[in-house]
């Protein structure tokens, strides 16, 4: 669980990185379509290591060690699919390479993985109460 954690700081450290990165180098000069796409990867990184750091290191005690384990997971494994993929197409644009086109079918799998976790943080949170209202009824 250490090193979730540890990733999960890591991760809110480049998301701010890369905020500041695309905003004072990337699109300084020259902003346009594509920082959209950046700024929505930016964004989206943030909002999920803040997800990260509320189950991880907030009171979420209703769930167990092992499920919070397989929701942190599909939480970094989404960030680092749809953000990551984001980045790499915005950065291949601005630096006018092709990118290879699979490329475009990581960012959907991205946010599929990004729903999973909060589906399964949800369903783990729902059968921790059924299972406490059925304890308080015995």
Same mark, same amino acid.
């Given at each position: &669980?250490?090193?979730?954690k540890i990733l999960t700081l890591l991760?809110?450290? @480049?998301?701010? &990185?890369?905020?500041?990165?695309?905003?004072?180098?990337?699109?300084?000069?020259?902003?346009?379509?594509?920082?959209?796409?950046?700024d929505t990867a930016v964004k989206y990184? #943030?909002?999920?290591?803040?997800? @990260?750091?509320?189950?991880? /290191?907030?009171? !979420?005690?209703?769930?167990? !060690?092992?499920?919070? %384990? +397989?929701?942190? @997971?599909? /939480?970094?494994?989404?960030?680092? &699919?749809?953000?990551?993929?984001?980045? /790499?197409?915005?950065? #291949? %644009?601005? +630096?006018?390479?092709? /990118?290879?086109?699979?490329? !475009?079918?990581?960012?959907?799998?991205?946010?599929? @993985? +990004?729903?999973?976790?909060?589906?399964?943080?949800?369903?783990?949170?729902?059968? *921790?109460?059924? *299972?406490?209202?059925?304890? *308080? %009824?015995?």
């Amino acid at each position: &669980m250490k090193k979730i954690k540890i990733l999960t700081l890591l991760l809110g450290g @480049l998301a701010v &990185m890369a905020g500041a990165f695309g905003s004072h180098v990337l699109f300084a000069e020259n902003p346009g379509a594509i920082q959209g796409a950046y700024d929505t990867a930016v964004k989206y990184q #943030f909002w999920h290591v803040l997800a @990260l750091l509320v189950l991880l /290191f907030g009171q !979420v005690n209703a769930i167990s !060690v092992q499920q919070k %384990k +397989l929701v942190a @997971l599909l /939480f970094i494994s989404g960030i680092v &699919m749809f953000s990551g993929s984001l980045y /790499f197409i915005t950065i #291949f %644009k601005i +630096l006018q390479w092709n /990118f290879p086109y699979f490329v !475009v079918f990581v960012t959907p799998a991205g946010g599929t @993985l +990004l729903i999973a976790a909060w589906l399964f943080w949800a369903y783990y949170l729902i059968k *921790s109460d059924d *299972s406490a209202q059925k304890n *308080s %009824k015995k």
